[in-house]
Nanobody, 126 residues
Framework: QVQLVESGGGLVQAGGSLRLSCAAS????????MGWFRQAPGKEREFVAA????????YYADSVSGRFTISKDNAKNTVYLQMSTLKPEDTAVYYC???????????????????WGQGTQVTVSS
């Protein structure tokens, strides 16, 4: 079993920045990749970004490319999402997810991931 714990959410003004963290733990965690998704009220969960543990290859949704950066610390089994130039439309609950298998060619699909965190709220005020 893998446990994922997100942190770092909060309230920020438009144009501001936040950094989310996701710490992974488990009996024998050796996941292939980690991803971030988000879900706004009344909307479906959507892909934000993903990164592979071994090569550090990254994937981004078009809506966040150039503003968000995903990174990892293998020693800490932790993935980060640095969010900059935040917009009100970035307001959502952000979820961390872990994949135990190859995520390409569809890192943006929820079904690609095996474990999910509980989510952390990000609110961007205008």
């Amino acid at each position: 079993q893998v446990q994922l714990v997100e942190s770092g959410g909060g309230l920020v003004q438009a144009g501001g920045s936040l950094r989310l963290s996701c710490a992974a733990s488990g009996r024998t965690f050796s996941g292939y990749a980690m991803g971030w998704f988000r879900q706004a009220p009344g909307k479906e969960r959507e892909f934000v970004a993903a990164i592979t543990w071994s090569t550090g290859r990254t994937y981004y949704a078009d809506s966040v490319s150039g503003r968000f950066t995903i990174s990892k610390d293998n020693a800490k089994n932790t993935v980060y999402l640095q969010m900059s130039t935040l917009k009100p439309e970035d307001t959502a609950v952000y979820y961390c997810a872990a994949a135990l298998r190859r995520i390409a060619p569809r890192p943006d699909r929820s079904v690609t991931y095996d474990y999910w965190g509980q989510g952390t709220q990000v609110t961007v005020s205008s």
